[in-house]
């Protein structure tokens, strides 16, 4: 959920009070989450890869053309599971960011406590979501706009929360991860954000993982830079996902929501810009075509404004180069408008799927609920 101090801005996340308004969170409905499991593959991995060369153009020859933001030219690796699920986040959050080419976010104390605080009401009530219920144990604000309010000044703010069972989380890394590959979710973590706050909770009969974000100056993104993910001459990208999300992505393709899928991909732009006529173009090495459901402001009005994703229906092949490339229309906050034509790379990893993208077991064990 991300929103600014004036008014709700409905953009590019899995909201889990909306996933319980929707009918979801039973493990059997849509966007009830899937199994979480740490794989090493996600991210920057240390097997074998093949080499990538990346494409960057734009439509017109000008500057006013929107441009991908640079990678990190030596990327971090992915934090291993130290057994605190609050640290493993914080560094796998800003690990993803810097090898995108944004700025890691430094910890606010406010956003911490926000975020500390409405993951304990979710544990205390084994509940799940963005909401409280005023009178139930631990209510610190009835939304996540009203207790990160309380704790400090922000010009923009957001929040995604992961819970469940906490069988439903193999590890310390599973929750942060879980959240980061679903792709509602991942365009918030990748916002322009300026510091962040993580909470986690836990005792024998629940678990929750909670971020809060918040902004108090200008969007670190320029007005012409896209970020995209994964990013342009990544190695090691996950070749699926297990498609949990509500939003749902496959909403109009509902036969593939619960199913493993590949991984998604995903491009957006600073605070208060707009894409429009977004298309997708996935190719395997071989020239092969790969079909993806896309997501855009215009098909997903109520949950997308600055971003877009795209969506494989079938895992995506290992130790494969794949080239993307999307075009459309950026839309500044000044109104100007830039066209959008930009090709990149990615290789997926020699083996390995995402973190909660697990074959086998998903109906024996108990689903996180985001």
């Known amino acids: 959920m991300r929103f600014s101090s004036l008014r709700f801005e409905a953009v590019a996340v899995l909201a889990a009070a909306l996933l319980a308004a929707c009918g979801g969170g039973g493990g059997s409905s849509g966007g009830s989450g899937g199994t979480a499991t740490n794989n090493s593959s996600n991210g920057n991995s240390?097997?074998?890869?093949?080499t990538t060369t990346t494409t960057t153009s734009q439509s017109s020859p000008s500057l006013?053309?929107?441009?991908?933001?640079?990678?990190?030219?030596?990327?971090?690796?992915l934090p291993s599971a130290s057994g605190n699920a609050a640290s493993d986040g914080t560094a796998y959050i800003n690990a993803v960011r810097q090898n995108a080419g944004l700025v890691a976010l430094p910890a606010n104390a406010g956003l911490a406590t926000a975020s500390g605080d409405h993951a304990t009401y979710l544990v205390d009530n084994q509940a799940y979501g963005h909401t409280e219920t005023a009178g139930k144990t631990g209510f610190t604000g009835a939304d996540p706009q009203t207790r990160i309010q309380a704790e400090g000044t922000f010009t923009m703010m957001g929040e995604v929360v992961v819970a469940g069972q906490p069988a439903a989380f193999t590890d310390s890394v599973s929750p942060v991860a879980t959240l980061f590959d679903a792709p509602f979710h991942r365009i918030v973590m990748l916002d322009g954000f300026t510091s962040m706050g993580v909470g986690y909770m836990a005792n024998s009969n629940w678990e929750a993982f909670n971020i809060d974000f918040g902004s108090n100056s200008a969007d670190t993104l320029s007005a012409t830079t896209l970020v995209a993910y994964p990013y342009a001459g990544q190695q090691g990208?996950?070749?699926?996902?297990?498609?949990?999300?509500?939003?749902?992505?496959?909403?109009?393709a509902t036969q593939y929501e619960m199913t493993t899928v590949g991984y998604p991909v995903t491009i957006q732009s600073a605070f208060g810009s707009t894409l429009s006529s977004m298309s997708f173009t996935i190719t395997a090495t071989d020239g092969t075509n790969v079909p993806c459901l896309a997501q855009t402001p215009q098909t997903t009005p109520g949950e997308l404004s600055n971003a877009a994703l795209c969506v494989p229906y079938a895992?995506?092949?290992?130790?494969?180069?794949?080239?993307?490339?999307?075009?459309?229309?950026?839309?500044?906050?000044?109104?100007?408008?830039?066209?959008?034509?930009?090709?990149?790379?990615?290789?997926?990893a020699a083996s390995g799927v995402?973190?909660?993208?697990?074959?086998?077991?998903?109906?024996?064990?108990?689903?996180?609920k985001f």
């Not at 240390?46 to 093949?50: E, I, L």
């Not at 006013?64 to 690796?77: C, E, F, K, R, Y």
């Open 64 to 77: 006013n053309g929107a441009v991908l933001i640079t990678p990190a030219s030596h990327p971090t690796a």
């Open 237 to 252: 990208v996950p070749t699926s996902w297990f498609a949990n999300e509500d939003p749902n992505p496959f909403a109009s």
């Open 46 to 50: 240390s097997a074998a890869q093949p």
């Open 315 to 348: 895992p995506l092949a290992s130790n494969t180069i794949y080239a993307v490339r999307v075009t459309g229309t950026l839309t500044d906050a000044s109104n100007q408008v830039h066209p959008i034509n930009l090709a990149w790379n990615f290789a997926t």
């Open 354 to 368: 995402a973190h909660d993208a697990v074959q086998g077991g998903l109906t024996n064990r108990p689903l996180p």
